[in-house]
């Protein structure tokens, strides 16, 4: 009789995203940063994260390829309901907006709002870890062989 031998290294399921409904950033700005939970779409969103907090001072363009943030999605993926920020590309698709790290934690940037800006998931995942140094609107200080 042959053993079938063990897959070792699964990856664990990915729950689906459910989404509850959506609504329009004009209706969400205001609330964004507020230290407590709202009631939207009959859903308690926590809106004082520091992602939903990149958007409102950092802006919801994304700034490799300028999608433009749309709309906000309330969404739950295994967890508690939260705020997505959507937009669409040049054809038409729906991309999701993210909050990224300039420098990333991995390379000793901060987690801080400083070292954050709004990229669409397309340009995060394309761009990975790396740091494009001359894109960096950071003060002299954090660049790459800087002296003071």
């Known amino acids: 009789m042959h053993r079938r031998k063990k897959k070792k290294n699964r990856k664990p399921k990915r729950e689906p995203v459910y989404r509850y409904g959506v609504a329009s950033i ?16 009959n859903q ?12 409102k001072y950092k802006g919801m363009v994304c700034e490799y390829c300028g999608v433009r943030g749309a ?19 040049k054809h038409g698709y729906e991309v999701l907006l993210t909050s990224d790290h300039i420098i990333p934690r991995s390379k000793g940037g901060p987690d801080s709002i400083s070292n954050r800006r709004c990229l669409c998931t397309i340009c995060n995942r ?16 954090w660049r790459k062989g800087a002296s003071l």
């Not at 967890?79 to 669409?88: A, D, E």
């Open 26 to 41: 004009q209706e969400i700005m205001p609330f964004l940063g507020m230290p407590r939970k709202l009631r939207i779409l």
């Open 44 to 55: 308690r969103v926590e809106v004082s994260s520091e992602r939903l907090l990149t958007y």
């Open 71 to 89: 709309f906000f999605a309330v969404e739950r993926n295994g967890g508690p309901p939260h705020l997505n920020l959507y937009g669409y590309n």
């Open 126 to 141: 394309d761009r990975g870890c790396t740091i494009r140094w001359e894109q960096l609107s950071l003060p002299l200080v």
